[in-house]
């Protein structure tokens, strides 16, 4: 695609800016089963799209295939729908503007077809001798993906950058008596020949056969840990309760509470898409606005929300710089990055100690049915473990946690050590409550 030839066309077409997307996406997958590689799936996808304000509209086209000789005609079908845009959509192209460039400090080596198959091999060999009780590894592979993103437009922007990431997944099956469970287990990998093959099966397989004690329990109120997994969970499922348009559209439960304090004063929560401990980072969003830090909340109140270009015009205020796309054939909006619940200073055996007794909540599930954003309920099957006299007892599954987030976040005891990004861009650490209503037997 001839960049500069585009934006000359769109010049002399009359649209008075002109803006041009372009992402890339290369990848390998391999899975292995019984013993064997299963698929190997590999993947090279360039997309376009191009947006361009004509009469104060903006119009937007995603394009499967560039045909640099079809420009005009492409062009044309942009300027007709512009015109036919009624709306008042206050979305712009930007300005380039100068920013703090941020590299990203992770050093992935790319591993060669052999020596995955060889660590693929040698892992399910491992996890079936770990113990008797595993009865099936079902699944087990290898991901890894790259992506480079550029914006390129009318007023001199031009925005490069590129990511990676490359991990393992495995389950097993476990069996023992008439009780069947299972469970799994993920791990970034930068270099395949520093992996603790070992550490990680031992890992799997012991959260996997300790779910064969699994029982439900009675319905209580109950201090409750959230694990940092859960956690994130949770947290995940309702930011949208700072994202500046939701609140702009007045739908967002915490619209009006901007410098009120919405939450326990131990909940600092901070998004920055520039923090080098996320395994990835963006020093600008898809409409190559410069991204920040931006302090959400502050030792519990609301202190700032989220904001892309168009939202942040509705309200009168300056993009926080979290326009994303979710594909490149997709509109931007609103979206966190790296955006986590600053950690306190106690391990999660320290806090289970110091509850003496209650529950740990590890997993949630059901979470886009068991939850209501407006009003922040939700109501969430789960599965965790008893703490008694400040130890870990056994497993508990088949169970539902409830409770109101707000109300949930303003209950807080204490905040875990244990921030955990790994492949997150929304993360918490493990979380310590007064209680939750717990429903079981």
């Known amino acids: 695609m001839n960049k500069e030839k585009w934006i000359q066309c769109a010049n002399e077409k009359g649209f008075e800016s002109f803006e041009i997307y372009q992402s890339q996406q290369k990848g390998r997958s391999v899975t292995w089963f019984d013993g064997q590689m299963e698929t190997l799936t590999t993947n090279n996808i360039l997309g376009t799209s191009i947006r361009g304000v004509y009469q104060g509209n903006m119009a937007y086209l995603a394009l499967e295939k560039v045909e640099d000789e079809k420009m005009g005609e492409v062009l044309d079908s942009l300027k007709e729908q512009a015109q036919t845009i009624t709306s008042t959509d206050l979305a712009k192209i930007r300005k380039p503007e100068k920013y703090e460039m941020v590299k990203n ?191 959400l909340v502050h030792d519990g109140v609301f202190a700032n929300m989220l904001l892309d270009t168009s939202s942040a015009t509705r309200l009168h205020l300056e993009s926080t710089g979290n326009g994303f796309k979710s594909s490149y054939a997709s509109d931007v909006s609103v979206q966190p990055m790296n955006c986590c619940i600053q950690p306190g200073k106690k391990s999660l055996e320290t806090m289970c100690q110091e509850m003496g007794d209650g529950l740990v909540i590890d997993d949630l599930q059901g979470l886009h049915a068991g939850l209501d954003f407006v009003t922040t309920n939700f109501s969430l099957q789960c599965n965790g473990y008893l703490i008694k006299n400040g130890r870990k007892e056994k497993a508990i599954r088949l169970i539902t946690v409830a409770d109101s987030f707000l109300h949930l976040m303003n209950q807080v005891v204490e905040v875990g050590n244990d921030l955990d990004w790994k492949y997150h861009t929304v993360a918490s650490p493990s979380i310590r409550f007064k209680e939750c209503a717990i429903s079981g037997d």
């Not at 031009?158 to 791990?187: F, G, H, P, R, T």
């Not at 992996?195 to 009675?218: E, H």
């Open 105 to 295: 400090t992770h050093h992935w080596v790319e591993p060669s077809m052999e020596e995955i198959k060889a660590c693929l091999e040698s892992l399910g060999k491992k996890l079936l001798a770990y113990d008797s009780r595993i009865i099936q590894v079902a699944s087990l592979g290898w991901e890894q993906s790259s992506q480079t993103r550029e914006i390129i437009n009318s007023y001199g922007m031009q925005e490069k950058d590129a990511d990676c990431v490359q991990y393992l997944v495995a389950s097993v099956v476990v069996k023992e008596n008439d009780i069947v469970m299972d469970d799994y287990e993920i791990e970034v990998i930068e270099n395949l020949k520093h992996f603790d093959s070992d550490a990680f099966v031992a890992k799997l397989c012991q959260k996997a056969l300790f779910q064969l004690s699994a029982t439900s329990m009675p319905s209580q109120s109950c201090p409750v840990i959230f694990s940092n997994k859960a956690m994130t969970s949770l947290l995940s499922s309702f930011m949208g309760l700072f994202n500046g348009d939701l609140i702009y559209k007045g739908i967002s439960p915490i619209k009006d509470k901007l410098n009120q304090t919405i939450f326990s004063n131990k909940i600092t929560i901070i998004d920055d898409p520039k923090n080098s401990d996320c395994l990835s980072i963006a020093n600008f969003d898809d409409e190559g606005c410069p991204t920040q830090r931006t302090v």
